[in-house]
């Protein structure tokens, strides 16, 4: 099997660094996909956040139905959907059309989310999020499967509901984004791929999909990073160390992305030192350089990949601050000169 | 007089093909002097259950025509519809109007595990959070059914926080509202004066009564405000070819429409007698009659009609935009200007068939 890859993350952010008219993101997202299907990538993953001030994208559905309409081959995907603040019924509808004006080429990467103001917004509990996604995987699964089906949950009661048209795939694969071992686990149990969970988690993985009487076999797994991929090894390495500060200092200290194992709240600019620690840990995941220095680096992610396990190569590559051509070019040596050889390797290990 | 086409509620039946027929269309549309190309919703019925996802597609396939969304407020919170909203706008360089309707029947509401007799009372409240998720400025909204923020004790770190803004804001300055002619909407569309929209099935004196109910409800309006009707509509070279086609439909529309509008539906007999159709002149007369008695500016035309091979229906488009459109384009030039330019409206224009191969 051919190794897929694919390019994210499309957020259609206007950053501080460089701010943007969204009519403008979005016509550069078509864009973008359109030199993606001519370069051979496999999946476009797009990316949800709400009610944050850069205009992150915020319904991924319905920006999935333009990129159908601008591509014909390309997969469109979502890492990630965060599920638990939607409603399952407008989810299995909504991805349904996705699936069928993109004559089935959707593939739904979903998570719990984790931004307090996201939830509130909808009038969510955060706390209640790991439940509520149980509920929305069981609804989505019946949603596609059953002509009409029933739901009796703590959450969701629905009753008699056939949700047509049917999307196109049977089923629309779904990804389970994150890292956590209960959430490993769950993907696990449902036989899910995976979305930015490490190849050390994997027998988290089996262990849940055994006890739950599924083979794991088959199932896909993320693999790869932040990437860039210029001619200059020294440029590439300044341009990705300073966009993922930005992410990782500015932007997940905003969101209070990550846990204080502590305290159990959420880490923002009150704790510098701390988020700094994880910043500069996060930012030396990076890989960036000449196509030669970043192919031995994915080939090492890739080498990791559990036996039976299906990689996919996710290379987060899009960043608003990168000049448009520096952008193309990236894509260009990606497909040029590192993919061609990652896939020799990769099928060469057999 | 502004027209487009639509609203579009892809069926069940082979939806893929449905929706390359409706993007083939939507281009022809636009090469044929429409303004606009409209996506509708239902649930549970086989026909389109996300119109964002449609629309957004058609977005991307025509750049020039407004991308008219036919939406239900109420099934899920209003905050998602904004969103769906501005993400199109966006998308498509500010081109959306959004004509918002409640749910078309208890089963919708019931089905998303919520009481229909509170839909009239939800859609106030959703109307009112779309309006101020699209203004400029962060805002709250507290109501019988929808609060913003919640202020959940669970969400710790939102707490403190009073006010939210939605975004990306509209590319436009604001996305144009309208609503479905309704006895239980009208009282928010005069509070909010939102321009009315005539449904393809509600008979004109319906129709008038509601209209003129609004006129006096919202005072003095703006000559650019817009009165909008949605029509079966379909133009042949004769009156007869056109009366066969629309025949031949009505039965299967009546049927597809039962399932999907509920209390709303009506006989085939009624959609008869309110579908616009003949030849040139007869459209052209029934539409005027429109324009007397209901001050309509914006006609609708739906002509995606159920057992009509999609061929047929370009070839009826087309002779819509050539012949039709162009008389309202020339509604205030003397007859022998509007007689010398129409007079051979079957026989002029080039061929626009292969191009669409392309869509």
């Known amino acids: ?350 | 007089m502004k027209f487009g086409l639509g609203p579009y509620w892809l069926d069940d039946d082979d939806p893929y093909q449905r929706f390359r027929e409706m993007a083939q269309q939507a281009w022809l549309a636009q090469e044929c002097a429409f303004d606009s190309i409209w996506t509708g919703e239902a649930h549970f019925t086989g026909h389109c259950p996300h119109p964002f996802v449609p629309a957004a597609a058609l977005a991307v396939k025509v750049d020039s025509l407004r991308m008219g969304v036919l939406c239900q407020l109420g099934l899920v919170h209003p905050a998602y519809v904004a969103e769906d909203a501005v993400t199109l706008d966006n998308i498509s360089n500010g081109r959306t109007i959004l004509a918002v309707a409640p749910p078309w029947r208890p089963e919708e509401t019931s089905g998303y595990g919520l009481s229909s007799q509170d839909d009239a009372s939800r859609f106030a409240e959703a109307v009112q959070v779309l309006k101020l998720s699209w203004a400029p400025q962060p805002f709250s909204f507290t109501g019988r059914h929808y609060c913003i923020p919640a202020h959940l004790k669970a969400n710790v770190a939102a707490l403190g926080q009073e006010l939210v803004s939605l975004t990306p804001k509209p590319a436009q300055p604001s996305i144009p509202l309208w609503a479905a002619a309704l006895p239980h909407t009208l009282p928010v569309a005069i509070q909010q004066r939102l321009p009315l929209v005539g449904l393809p099935w509600q008979e004109m004196e319906e129709l008038a009564h509601l209209f003129n109910e609004y006129r006096a409800g919202a005072g003095s309006l703006p000559a650019d405000h817009i009165w909008a009707l949605a029509r079966v509509t379909w133009v042949a070279k004769s009156s007869q070819e056109a009366k066969e086609a629309v025949e031949s439909s009505l039965p299967l529309l009546a049927r597809a429409w039962a399932k999907m509008l509920g209390p709303h539906a009506v006989s085939e007999a009624q959609l008869m007698g309110a579908a616009i159709f003949g030849d040139v002149d007869d459209c052209i007369g029934q539409i005027r009659r429109y324009q007397q008695v209901l001050g309509i500016n914006y006609l609708i035309c739906f002509m995606a009609l159920p057992g009509i091979p999609h061929s047929h229906a370009l070839r009826a488009i087309e002779l819509w935009g050539k012949a039709v459109i162009s008389e309202f384009r020339m509604a205030a030039f003397p007859r022998q200007i509007r007689e010398r330019f129409l007079a051979d409206v079957y026989g002029w224009g080039r061929e626009l068939a292969p191009q669409l191969q392309e869509v």
């Open chain 1, 1 to 350: 099997m051919k190794l897929e890859v694919g390019l994210g993350l499309w957020g259609m952010q206007a950053f501080i660094l460089h701010p943007r008219h969204h009519v403008k993101l979005y016509q550069e997202m078509i864009e973008e996909a359109r030199w993606m299907e001519e370069l051979g990538f496999d999946v476009l993953w797009l990316t949800e956040h709400h009610v944050w001030f850069d205009g992150y994208v915020p319904q991924l559905l319905t920006a999935a139905g333009a990129l159908a309409a601008a591509t014909s081959r390309l997969r469109i995907g979502t890492s990630c959907l965060l599920l638990p603040m939607h409603h399952p019924l407008r989810i299995a509808e909504g991805a349904a059309m996705a699936d069928i004006v993109s004559g089935g080429r959707l593939e739904l990467g979903v998570a719990v989310g984790y931004r307090d103001m996201e939830f509130d917004t909808f009038g969510i509990a955060r706390s209640q999020r790991a439940a509520r996604m149980e509920e929305m995987l069981d609804i989505l699964h019946l949603a596609w499967t059953e002509d009409a089906f029933s739901y009796e949950g703590r959450f969701f009661q629905l009753k008699g509901i056939r949700v047509l048209p049917k999307p196109i795939q049977r089923p629309i694969p779904i990804w389970m984004g994150g890292w956590a071992p209960s959430v490993v686990a769950r993907a696990g149990r449902r036989r899910l791929h995976l979305m930015g969970a490490r190849p050390d988690d994997w027998p988290i993985y089996e262990e849940a999909a055994r006890q739950a009487g599924h083979d794991p076999t088959g199932i896909k797994m993320t693999l790869g990073g932040d990437v860039w991929v210029d001619d200059d090894e020294e440029e590439a390495k300044a341009f990705l160390k300073a966009i993922a500060h930005y992410l990782y200092y500015d932007q997940l200290g905003g969101w209070g992305f990550f846990t204080d194992p502590a305290t159990g709240r959420p880490i923002s600019f009150d704790q510098p030192e701390t988020l700094q620690v994880i910043a500069t840990a996060m930012n030396a995941l990076a890989i960036a350089g000449r196509p030669e220095t970043v192919t031995e680096a994915l080939w090492e992610r890739l080498a990791r990949c559990p036996k039976g396990v299906v990689p996919h190569l996710f290379l987060r590559i899009r960043f608003d601050t990168a000049p448009r051509k520096k952008m193309h070019r990236c894509m260009e040596l990606l497909t040029k000169r590192v993919i061609p050889e990652l896939r020799r390797r990769w099928e060469k290990r057999g």
